[in-house]
């Protein structure tokens, strides 16, 4: 059994991230970097700062050809992605979400909707989350940690 952070590694392997004391975070402990895609400058704004409080250092962009560009340039500083569904004209969150994949294959997807939830199934990348809009901060927060999570329990087998 090892301690390796805020979390404990089990002989057979396991890693178990340990609750957090009351005011900390998962990502206090180490630098989470979170790309953020939201075409609408307020909601970017409202999520980005929720994000950054939570203790998640956030990349964030208005089109997802933005956001394709900078995985593009180094998807490996992304720990995670949250992306709205539809980002204006160009591509979609559903291209994001696949790309972020194509460079890290288990890297943590959440997408934002307020009207595609039934194009989940067909077009979003496995073991990914959807949200819909309107939501609670806390429903965020709870999927991109639950998905780090899960992404840092794979890794360590």
């Avoid at 307020?42 to 560009?69: K, M, P, Q, T, Y």
């Avoid at 972020?100 to 997408?111: F, G, K, L, M, T």
Wanted: include cysteine.
């Amino acid at each position: 059994m090892t301690t390796v952070g805020r979390s404990l590694k089990l002989d057979a392997g396991v890693l178990i991230f340990l609750p957090h004391p009351i005011g900390r975070t998962m990502a206090d402990d180490a630098s989470i970097q979170l790309l953020l895609v939201e075409d609408d400058h307020l909601l970017r704004l409202d999520a980005e700062e929720l994000l950054i409080e939570n203790g998640f250092e956030v990349a964030s962009f208005a089109s997802a050809e933005e956001a394709i560009a900078a995985l593009d340039a180094d998807a490996t500083q992304f720990s995670g992605v949250i992306t709205d569904i539809r980002l204006g004209k160009g591509a979609s969150g559903w291209q994001v979400g696949r790309h972020a994949r194509q460079c890290q294959s288990n890297i943590p997807v959440v997408y934002v909707t307020a009207d595609s939830a039934s194009e989940w199934t067909s077009h979003g990348v496995p073991n990914s989350v959807l949200i819909q809009k309107p939501f609670v901060p806390a429903q965020l927060i709870s999927a991109i940690s639950g998905l780090l999570n899960d992404a840092g329990m794979a890794n360590a087998v």
